[in-house]
């Protein structure tokens, strides 16, 4: 298994969302990253899976009520880590959310954005040199038979994104877009030039656009399982795959 420890990395974790399908699941009163999976919170089940694949760098976006409760479950756990604690006092989409760890970033470093809640079978950099990526943003895709169900990413034959689409009512392909996204250090200059979408909120498709209209997307393959964890099916779906 390829793994490599990057030091120009800082790995940024959305964990802002509450989960409002996953409330009162197994008892759950607060939020969704702090729900058990296996006997582990959800996100330090993360922070170790970031771990395996290289992290060791971390910036935690989460939201006002719950920082102190995530702090103390994560630090607990990671007394050796590197972790840095953000707020998004707003739902106000995922590019905002990325943007509230804008100041935790340095000019030399590059961004592993995760949210929380999504994870893999395999390392998605077992065939992509991390250390070597320096520009531009990649997108990482599995194909799926209900596209129109994601942001879906049209591909040429190089890899290179020449679209993405939320939830096409006639997608392009079946590529569907992972909640794991690399990015250069101009993505806080983009992000400010976001407009809202039409449900109020800054969107991640919007901004990986941005890198498609300048010829700097590159899209990587996930070989494996991929579960997007915000339902209680697929909360059993997951522990079911980690037994």
């Known amino acids: 298994m390829y793994s490599l420890i990057v030091?120009?990395?800082?790995?940024?974790?959305?964990?802002?969302?509450?989960?409002?399908?996953?409330?009162?699941?197994?008892?759950?009163?607060?939020?969704?990253?702090?729900?058990?999976?296996?006997?582990?919170?959800?996100?330090?089940?993360?922070i170790s899976q970031l771990f395996e694949w290289g992290m060791r760098k971390f910036v935690i976006i989460t939201n006002p009520e719950y920082l102190d409760m995530i702090k103390e479950v994560t630090l607990n756990s990671f007394e050796n880590l590197s972790i840095d604690f953000t707020v998004q006092e707003e739902p106000n989409g995922i590019s905002h959310a990325l943007y509230q760890a804008k100041d935790f970033v340095n000019p030399n470093e590059k961004i592993f954005f995760v949210l929380g809640d999504n994870f893999f079978e395999n390392n998605p950099f077992n065939k992509f040199h991390l250390d070597k990526f320096e520009e531009g943003a990649c997108i990482f895709t599995t194909e799926v038979s209900n596209p129109e169900e994601f942001g879906v990413a049209e591909i040429d034959s190089d890899g290179n994104v020449l679209s993405i689409e939320e939830k096409p009512n006639h997608p392009k392909s079946n590529a569907a877009v992972v909640g794991i996204y690399l990015f250069d250090n101009s993505v806080f200059k983009k992000i400010e030039t976001l407009e809202p979408s039409a449900r109020g909120e800054y969107e991640v498709t919007d901004l990986c656009n941005i890198y498609v209209n300048e010829n700097k997307c590159l899209n990587l393959d996930l070989n494996g399982w991929w579960i997007d964890a915000g339902t209680p099916d697929r909360i059993i779906e997951l522990e079911e795959k980690l037994s």
């Open 7 to 46: 030091e120009n990395i800082k790995c940024i974790i959305a964990a802002g969302g509450l989960g409002t399908r996953l409330q009162d699941f197994r008892g759950n009163k607060s939020t969704k990253i702090l729900l058990d999976v296996n006997g582990i919170s959800m996100i330090n089940r993360q």
